[in-house]
């Protein structure tokens, strides 16, 4: 079976927002997000995303199925969550594009569509914005943790190799119910940035 991206925008990306939540429900309930989802609390999400003329939405089809999702859209078109510590450090949220989450089942891993989910955000970052950097963030989670799997690998290896820096003291926080948790918790997240163009980093 052949796995095939393709890239949404605009109104193209409407048709493919419900496999987007069930994947982020699916994927996220595990390591290191143990994000305790439903579709119901997708909905503020999608919304933003459906809302942002500057998104862009990468689908990962095994066939016709949806496997695997990766979004983007202009930093000052993210939650005001995303957006907070740019402000506070007197960013222009203007040149940073930012990269949602990368969702793919285990099943599809290792066959080269998380790369492909990086080119094709910077490629529309780049065509779609004067945006000089790329930046996505993380969870944090502690080293010792009770639900940390003894072979779970962190992606910072991957992310660097595709030219992202870590700015561990560049962090927004999020509240979600956890797969450990009766209420919402916060988390924090921390980011990386890749410059986009002949910049230097922030
Ligand atoms: C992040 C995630 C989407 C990565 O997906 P993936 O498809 O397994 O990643 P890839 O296969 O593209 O890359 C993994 C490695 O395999 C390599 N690879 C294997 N086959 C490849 C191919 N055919 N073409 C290109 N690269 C290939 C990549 O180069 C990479 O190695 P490198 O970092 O040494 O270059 C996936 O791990 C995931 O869904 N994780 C859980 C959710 C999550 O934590 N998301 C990130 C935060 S939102």
Known sequence: MGLDVEFFTGRA????????????????????????????????????????????????FAD??????STCLPL??????VTAPFATRGWDPGRFFYFGESVL???WRGQGVGVTFF??????ARRSSHADYACFCAV???????????????LDAFWRRRGFVPYPDLVCTMRWKQVDSA????????????????????
């Open 140 to 154: 944090r989670r502690p080293a010792v943790h009770l639900l940390r799997p003894a072979d779970a690998v962190p």
């Open 119 to 124: 080119l094709e955000r910077e490629a529309h």
């Open 13 to 60: 990306m409407e048709p493919h927002l419900s496999a987007l939540a069930a994947l982020r429900i699916a994927v996220f309930r595990e390591w290191p997000y143990l994000y305790d989802g439903s579709a119901a609390n997708e909905q503020d999400y999608l919304a933003t995303l459906a809302a942002s003329p500057g998104a862009g939405l990468a689908v990962a």
């Open 105 to 107: 089942l285990p099943r």
């Open 76 to 81: 000052a078109e993210a939650d005001a969550a």
């Open 64 to 69: 016709e199925t949806p496997v695997g999702c």
């Open 183 to 202: 209420e919402r918790v916060e988390n924090a997240l921390s980011f990386w940035i890749k410059p986009l163009r002949d910049v230097s980093l922030p």
